[in-house]
């Protein structure tokens, strides 16, 4: 009753509503999602140059790796990134 | 607002979706994934049959430029995909394999680079294709390198009631190796299509280009093969 009282005043809707809270949603799941694998992926770029000063001829390998460890890290980041991708456009 | 977004992602490449009816059954095909797939197939077939030409048989010794320049390409891919294999014959198996997925990756991420073109790695169906296709390599080779009862022991290992949490795990390889390529280069066009169209759409959309499109396109496409290799090696490995 006062809610709706209120959206007549205010002219916002329920839809209205869903709608910023799908914007919120996506924004925060970005954000927060983006916060490990930042911190995982610096650690591996970290400990990959700490290897490749001391040994300079492993080079290559630990290159390689390192790709690959922050590749697999990345793929939660990728996760929080399809959910708000699919809270944008398909829901 | 909503329009807007909604209006942003027509941008990112038309869905012309078409439907096929097979005796009850609809089969629905994305034609522009389909074009791009294709594009990049006909792209690889007529490189290499244009660069073959450049070749000499025996080889000499001073080699032509094209030659020079393959043979550098085949060296890179050698030491970066094929010393990762777990045994020689392996890496004798599956490099061709594995490379030729590599290329394919490749052309089709730096193929969103190109006016009017779109990658087909942005379209989830086709990513997941592909990872479906090394799923079923490396379970088949898993069965043929250990034979069909080590392979079915291995989903037991260590303990019986692992099995659950061993099923998951296999399922969830070619699931996270499809969305990895797919969210990177889709989030790519995303951005670089966000620029454009909101913000600035002269300068900075192709050094955005330059960065999501071939930088992160080579990246993915090196990280897809080598996570092949990697999947194939443990599947086989035990």
């Keep these: 009753m006062l809610q709706e009282a209120q959206s007549a005043v205010s002219g916002i809707s329920g839809a209205d509503i869903a709608t910023a809270a799908k914007y919120v949603a996506a924004g925060l799941c970005m954000g927060i999602g983006a916060i490990g694998p930042a911190i995982g992926e610096g650690l591996a770029a970290a400990h990959a140059l700490d290897g490749m000063a001391r040994q300079p001829e492993m080079q290559g390998a630990l290159l390689r790796t390192m790709v690959l460890g922050q590749a697999i890290t990345e793929t939660t980041g990728i996760y929080s990134l399809l959910i708000a991708i699919v809270l944008l456009f398909v829901i | ?238």
Aim: proline share 5%; no cysteine; charged share 15%.
């Design chain 2, 1 to 238: 607002m909503f329009e807007q977004l909604a209006e942003l992602l027509t941008h990112l490449g038309e869905k012309r979706i078409a439907v096929v009816s097979l005796s009850g059954f609809e089969i629905r095909f994305d034609i522009m994934a389909i074009i791009m797939s294709w594009v990049v197939i006909l792209l690889l077939v007529l490189l290499a049959l244009v660069l073959r030409r450049g070749l000499r048989q025996p080889v000499e010794e001073k080699p032509t430029r094209t030659q020079a320049a393959l043979d550098g390409l085949i060296g890179l891919l050698k030491s970066q995909l094929a010393d990762n294999f777990a045994s020689e014959r392996l890496a004798i198996m599956m490099f061709p394999f594995v490379s030729t997925l590599f290329l394919y990756v490749l052309f089709s991420n730096w193929l969103g680079v190109v006016p009017y073109m779109m990658s087909p790695t942005q379209d989830i169906n086709v990513t997941f294709s592909l990872a479906l296709l090394v799923f079923f390599v490396s379970h088949v080779l898993a069965i043929r390198f250990n034979g069909p009862r080590r392979y079915l022991k291995g989903f037991v290992e260590p303990y019986a009631f692992m099995l659950p949490i061993n099923l998951v795990g296999e399922i969830a390889k070619p699931l996270s190796h499809a969305f990895r390529l797919f969210g990177n280069i889709l989030a790519g066009t995303i951005l670089v299509t966000v620029v454009m169209v909101k913000f600035a759409p002269v300068v900075v959309p192709p050094v955005l280009q330059i960065f999501f499109g071939l930088f992160f396109g080579g990246i993915q496409a090196f990280v897809f093969a080598i996570l092949a290799v990697a999947y194939i090696n443990v599947a086989v490995e035990g």
